[in-house]
């Protein structure tokens, strides 16, 4: 089987930092995949390589089996209408309207019709436990949580094939965290996407994915099933979920 | 050493700043001419830039019309030259102060609030989730914001223009004794069309600087409210800078004084 992401061996270095230091990933198709590990490992950074936001130095990212890691203009596009993506802050349009915040990649990105795609914004915002009345506000009237669930409903709004969540229970109380990983879950089987989900809260990672993999100095140093997180064998791995501050991982105190 | 390497970072620091500049530059000037172009957006950022700037621009403008009039009178006065005032004002403003103070008032009110809001927009990840939702933010944020002020920023001049006109006419019929009929009548028989279309090609290209210079150091700002403060202080003094630069080179080649 294709895998449905892959990445082989990408580099990327900003200045002298390395932060990923040849990272390869497998995601299979309607799997859900957390990568697990500290502030700063580059996260973030395997995230937007795939998306083509920054550009790997070296390496290969290749999306359905098609390498995408050069690819731009139309054919980027193209790629990127596969995506749905979660941010961690929400990045919701702050000069816009909850529900034009949800139609936006319909209307802008697909340039599907104004009225339709309303509709649509307004049964995605239901998927996600919000009211008709919270489509017609403003994204700084609403709590952190609400905003959470507004970024979801964005994100899976053109259903998307892959869904990306970066940090998703990050800011948010442990209840609040919890309806978010429900959704998740929830939202992911209902599209049958493929997800991969970057996070530090144990407990989302836990819940919400099928296969976890840890990333370690700029490497994945670990990936297996999520059953198999507690008797990894690996020393950093175990460090990490119990949240030890001994062990091999050495936080940097000074930057 | 130490010396010689301080040197080689500054120079290689500036080289990557232009490289990086003229790369922006290209992509949003390719991105002008490639549809599609945001029809609404261009319209909103012609509210923002043009209609809104008015107040600012003419009350500017009047005074310096004013002003520049009581000068030319005193100083003309010296030699017995003070009846030249309504040719020297409708040049000094057409020609010059117009766009200038057009373009340094734009700088000021615009250019600060493009690098702010595009700032902003990066710093909270807004950017990226636009790349995400397949709408190319430079051609979302960037192009509209460029074709806007290129065509408000000449409008927005002759306006001015007029009302600087206007107000060295006030100073000189009310304070200095002109009769209103021979200023006018002065002024309209000495200007002359270059003296006008050079000025609001000028203010073409100032606005160029102006949106360009907001959107780049927006697009660059990092970290949080700090980053946005500096690209904010950033796109205001370099559009500046540029503007009163471009003005030298403008008037060289329009006025071929080599």
């Not at chain 1, 790997?56 to 596009?77: C, F, K, S, W, Y």
């Not at chain 1, 609400?146 to 892959?162: C, W, Y």
């Not at chain 2, 019929?173 to 209103?180: C, R």
Request: glycine share 12%; proline share 4%; net charge neutral.
């Amino acid at each position: 089987m294709i895998p449905k992401i892959e990445l082989r061996g990408v580099k990327k270095r900003f200045g002298s930092k390395v932060v990923l230091d040849g990272v390869d990933l497998v995601i299979e198709p309607k799997t859900s995949l957390v990568i697990i590990g500290g502030s700063g490992t580059g996260k973030s950074v395997t995230i937007k390589s795939i998306l083509g936001i920054i550009r790997p130095d070296e390496g290969t990212i290749l999306v359905d089996g098609e390498d995408i890691t050069h690819v731009n203009g139309a054919a980027r596009d193209k790629v990127l209408k596969k995506f749905g993506m979660l941010f961690q802050g929400g990045a919701l349009f702050d000069s816009m309207l909850v529900w034009e915040n949800v139609a936006f990649g319909l209307i802008q990105g697909r340039g599907m019709a104004r009225r339709k795609a309303r509709d649509i914004a307004f049964q995605k915002l239901a998927k996600v436990g919000l009211s008709a009345d919270v489509g017609e506000l403003f994204p700084v009237e609403l709590s952190g949580g609400m905003q959470k669930r507004v970024g979801l409903a964005r994100a899976i709004a053109a259903d998307p094939e892959i869904i990306f969540f970066d940090e998703p229970t990050t800011g948010l109380d442990p209840i609040m965290a919890d309806v978010i990983n429900d959704l998740i879950v929830s939202t992911v089987k209902d599209v049958g996407a493929t997800a991969l989900s970057i996070t530090h809260d144990m407990a989302s990672a836990r819940k919400i994915s099928d296969k976890i993999a840890m990333l370690y100095g700029g490497k994945i140093i670990w990936t297996g099933p999520t059953g198999d997180i507690d008797h990894s064998g690996n020393p950093y791995v175990e460090q990490f979920i119990h949240g030890r501050a001994d062990g091999p991982i050495k936080m940097a105190v000074k930057a | 050493m130490n010396f010689l390497t301080h040197i080689g970072h500054a120079v290689t620091t500036v080289l990557a700043h232009i490289g990086k500049l003229a790369s922006f530059t290209g992509r949003s000037v390719a991105a002008v001419f490639s549809p599609p172009i945001y029809g609404g957006l261009v319209v909103r950022q012609m509210m923002s830039i043009g209609y809104y700037s008015l107040p600012v621009v003419g009350l500017t403008a009047l005074c310096i019309g004013a002003v520049l009039a009581l000068q030319i009178y005193l100083g003309g006065n010296r030699y017995g030259a003070e009846a030249i005032v309504p040719q020297i004002v409708v040049l000094g403003i057409t020609r010059e102060l117009g766009p200038v103070i057009a373009g340094l008032m734009v700088a000021g009110r615009v250019g600060a609030a493009i690098a702010a809001e595009i700032g902003t927009m990066k710093v909270t990840e807004q950017i990226d989730a636009l790349t995400t939702l397949a709408t190319n933010p430079i051609k979302y944020l960037v192009v509209p914001r460029l074709i806007a002020a290129v065509i408000a920023m000449p409008v927005l001049t002759a306006i001015g223009d007029t009302i600087g006109v206007y107000g060295g006419y006030l100073v000189a019929t009310q304070n200095l004794g002109f009769t209103g009929g021979t200023y006018l009548k002065n002024t309209v028989d000495f200007a002359t069309h270059q003296d006008i279309i050079s000025g609001l090609i000028k203010a073409a290209v100032f606005g160029f600087i102006v949106a360009l210079m907001g959107c780049y150091n927006g697009f660059n700002s990092k970290g949080g409210a700090q980053g946005v403060g500096n690209a904010t202080t950033n796109a205001v003094v370099s559009s500046s800078i540029l503007i009163l630069a471009a003005d030298f080179i403008l008037t060289a080649i329009l006025f071929h004084t080599s």
